[in-house]
T-cell receptor
């Protein structure tokens, strides 16, 4: 069974702090995505990475795909209360068309 | 344009009953996914449709779960003889094509509670 483990599970920080969330697996993935989900809503896509070592930036968010395409990180600079939510990684493997989701990181940014 | 819609938003049913959950995807999206999300967890894949056919149903937990998409648009997830362990949020997502190549758009989910 393919598993995507995220760490930390929970994170509570003050506004303005930096943080990094990790997504790890023993499997090699053809693509990996990061989502943010708010209560009562479905996940919303933030970014897709497909190439080993790839780095993408979205305003204060920086996403990296590991060289071996088995892991990824999400770094948030100067977190804001609006960043609060559940962050999920999801991946696909070659030859399949289903997404495997990670266990999630619940982030709370305090004003 | 309208996003993915799911009905009902909440469903409470008694153990042993039959339920149907509906998903209206974004118009023109050929791929449709169903997921189940338990409290505090990430979504768990159930089934993937490409057009009218189920291309991958490997995530359906047992034969009480069944899904259809007869005209390649609206999909219905059907659960027979519901059990308390079926309680979760059921999410639907649609995309222009299969996973990895196209962005999937999620609906708000149906919260199912089995009492």
């Amino acid at each position: 069974t393919q598993l995507l483990e995220q760490s930390p599970q929970f994170l509570s920080i003050q506004e303005g702090e930096n943080l990094t969330v990790y997504c790890n697996s023993s499997s090699v993935f053809s693509s990996l995505q990061w989502y943010r989900q708010e209560p009562g809503e479905g996940p919303v896509l933030l970014v897709t990475v497909v190439t080993g070592g790839e780095v993408k930036k979205l305003k204060r968010l920086t996403f990296q795909f590991g060289d071996a395409r088995k892991d990824s990180s999400l770094h948030i600079t100067a977190a804001q209360p609006g960043d609060t939510g559940l962050y999920l990684c999801a991946a696909t493997t070659s030859g399949t068309y289903k997404y495997i989701f990670g266990t999630g990181t619940r982030l709370k940014v305090l004003a | 344009g309208a996003g993915v819609s799911q009905t009902p938003s909440n469903k409470v049913t008694e153990k042993g009953k039959y339920v149907e959950l509906r998903c209206d995807p974004i118009s023109g999206h050929t791929a449709l996914y169903w997921y189940r999300q338990s409290l505090g967890q990430g979504p768990e894949f159930l089934i993937y449709f490409q057009g009218t056919g189920a291309a991958d149903d490997s995530g359906l937990p047992n034969d009480r779960f069944f899904a259809v998409r007869p005209e390649g648009s609206v999909s219905t997830l059907k659960i027979q003889r519901t059990e308390r362990g079926d309680s979760a949020v059921y999410l639907c997502a649609s995309s222009l094509g299969p996973a990895g190549n196209y962005e999937q758009y999620f609906g708000p989910g149906t919260r199912l509670t089995v009492t």
